[in-house]
């Protein structure tokens, strides 16, 4: 390329429930569904200018662990965890890391790993 860096446009989640998959996630962050095209669905932009959250039907399913995830700031990574359990998360480990700003990693409804991260 000369002179000009790509921008990330979207940030994609393959999945085998659209409408699970949006609703956890827009439901965690926030974010409200902006298009629905038939095996595709976009959220918001992330951060007002950010990359849109995009979810595309896939026929397989997740096998492995994430190569790329989620890191979510969060005030309080328990109280975090607590919500994104009554959207359907499922905790992965405990808090990890630094005593002092702790993560957590957790699974969204297909198994996909996020963390929740301390705000420094």
Known sequence: MTGVAPKVGNIVIDCA???VMAAFWGGLLGMRTTDVSGDWIDLERLGG???VLSFQLVPEGKTIKNR???DLDVPDIEAAGERAASLGATAATGAMGDPAAPFRVWRDPEG???????QR
């Open 17 to 19: 429930d659209l409408d």
């Open 49 to 51: 200018d950010g990359p």
């Open 68 to 70: 790329l995830h989620l």
């Open 112 to 118: 996909n790993e996020f963390c929740f991260c301390t």
